[in-house]
């Protein structure tokens, strides 16, 4: 139990810090302690969780990315377009496609990072550019609203009517986001593939000198984000019900914030599934919280930023550090 | 010919020869392809333009030198820009005097420096990553700005501002002044004073540096200051070109304000990396953004022509490490 909490710390404090949360807006507003609520979080934040375990397993690897959620941009627009060449399709023709054309974009990032040597963040950001500005130069920035009917139509999995007539629905992205979850688990924690990809990122000398293939971990690594990038994409149309070009652009630092807040490390070899979704979900209930509290929604980035900004100071230092600073600066001896 | 190419080579220091093989490519592949290219509209659009983009890379330069990152740099520009709208406002709109303005740019230089600070601290003293300090630097200052105008836009700005955004003397553009100011006060500050020293030693390795005697702390939280009061210099600079202020201009730049860097050889671990460099691979994006654009391509075209850039640079870098290998293995 005591090595439980040791190695969970990250985690434990989230959720105690979630409770907390809870616990004060079921107080404060009437709506947040319902299904229906519960719900609706759940489908809102099924795309930046889908993003969110994708992302975990780069940074465990040591790596970062930018350019995942413009990749993103880049499989919708492509996969709408080949659905329309291909007249209509269905959900699988759909994944096939986008999953397909994700890889493809999250190993040329793999290819530019082990191919040449080239740090991470230096080739993302290139790639961010060089895919948001091909993007947007291609498409004219216009916008997709022609979708196919089995992608715009609305998957209801499980309903229930509420006491006060409202409906409780859970949908399909959630079902697609709790399938990516479990196979992001099962990779990075029941494979030997997942267990390199910690030691990789950990110390990548020392993980070459064991004989493991960086190369393949870059692959592994950046085509698995591909691969979650391309299925959010997919899932973001069919909840928007359309294709924006720039739509996703600038998720991708709000859904970095949410896995390193979950316990990521950047530098490599650390993090969590649990960890990065309990991440995502502070920011989406503090989110919510605010909105059922009738906050106004101009206030809610500065309030999440405030958040983020001081779970990051607090989770990276222990009140002995602290101390002694505080000290020296009150008493100056 | 190997010796006037060493010469060359040690007159404008090793960063500076991939930035200016760059432009000398740019301008001899625009100076075929696109006829008139060599204009003055062409130079006067690139001297209006580079000032912004260049102010905010100043501002990222010093944090990457030390190994960090400023993610808040266009946000705490607009917070800037804002706080200069809003004392202009006051002091009666469009027909605020000349002691309003020096008022509100101090109180603008103030803003953007304790934004800095604020920053510098938390990671000089939680040895938090600088990537998320700033990340959630950004998101604040992005929430705070929208918050405070509801996502519109402050306008109302006294006539005798436009000079500033619009002016030339000389012939030369007033923001290209101010721009080439402070690319001197930034080298001046790099090469000949102790904190520019301590910032590149940190950046090459903090604990050493923190073990022979030099408060790293003091370095780091200073760097990040200076890094927010430049951003405040171009918030002043972009009020006075679009006469508004906007939460979210200049956002676009933020990625590219990183690429300049590298491209200007800059070490993205830091530690290594010149102003100078910098400022020429900043003239180099811009002439290649006038000369697409000079053919008829969009912006967007140019964005992502400056990742492949980018991406090239990396790669010829990467190649030229690999023959220095082979040849020294020969050797």
Known sequence: MRRFVRSHATELALLAVIAVICVFLSFATDRFFTLGNAFDLLNTSSVNIIFAVGLLVVLIAGGIDISFAVAASVVQYLTATVLGWVGGGNWIVGFIIAGALGVALGCINAFLIHGFRIISIVATISTFNIFFGLLMFFTGGVSIYNLPDWLTTRVVLFEREMADGTWAEITLPVLIMAICVFATWALITRTTTGRQLYAFGDNPEGARRFGINIGAMQFIAFGWLGLMAGIAGLVQAHYAQEVVPNALYGRELDVLAAVVLGGARLGGGKGSVLGCILGVLLVSITQNGLNLMGVSPFAFKMIVGAIILAAITLSNTSIERLLPFLKSRRVPS | ?331
């Open chain 2, 1 to 331: 010919m190997t010796v006037l190419i060493e010469r060359v080579r040690n007159a404008l220091g090793p960063e500076l020869a991939g930035p200016f093989a760059a432009f000398v490519a740019v301008m001899i592949v625009f100076g075929f392809a696109a006829p008139n290219f060599f204009s003055r509209a062409t130079f006067g659009s690139v001297a209006f333009q580079l000032p912004e983009l260049g102010l905010l890379t100043l501002a990222m330069l010093l944090p990457i030198l030390t190994g960090g990152l400023n993610l808040a740099i266009t946000f705490t520009a607009n917070m800037a820009g804002l706080t200069l709208a809003w004392v202009l406002q006051s002091q009666g709109g469009v027909d605020a005097g000349v002691g309003a303005f020096m008022l509100g740019s101090v109180l603008a230089i103030a803003v953007g420096a304790l934004s800095g600070l604020i920053m510098g601290l938390v990671i000089a003293y939680t040895k938090a990553h600088p990537i998320l300090v700033s990340l959630s630097m950004m998101i604040f200052l992005r929430g705070l700005g929208e918050f405070l105008t509801r996502g519109g836009d402050v306008s109302g700005i006294p006539g005798f501002l436009a000079p500033i955004g619009y002016g030339s003397i000389i012939g030369i553009p007033v923001p290209l002044l101010i721009f080439i100011a402070c690319v001197l006060i930034w080298h001046v500050l790099l090469t000949r004073m102790k904190l520019g020293f301590n910032t590149y030693m940190i950046g090459s390795n903090i604990e050493a540096t923190r073990y022979s005697g030099i408060n790293t702390r003091k370095v780091q939280v200073l760097v990040y200051t200076l890094s927010g009061a430049m951003c405040a210099v171009a918030g002043i600079i972009m009020l006075a070109r679009f006469n508004s202020v906007r939460v979210g201009h200049g956002e676009s730049y933020l990625l590219i304000t990183v690429l300049a860097c590298f491209l200007g050889g800059v070490n993205p671990f830091g530690g290594f990396g010149r102003v100078i460099p910098v400022f020429v691979a900043l003239v180099v994006l811009q002439l290649l953004s006038s000369g697409l654009n000079l053919m008829g391509a969009s912006q967007h075209l140019a964005t992502a022509v400056w990742g492949i850039l980018m991406i090239t640079v990396m790669i010829l870098r990467w190649l030229a490490g690999r023959l220095k290998f082979l040849t020294t293995n020969r050797g």
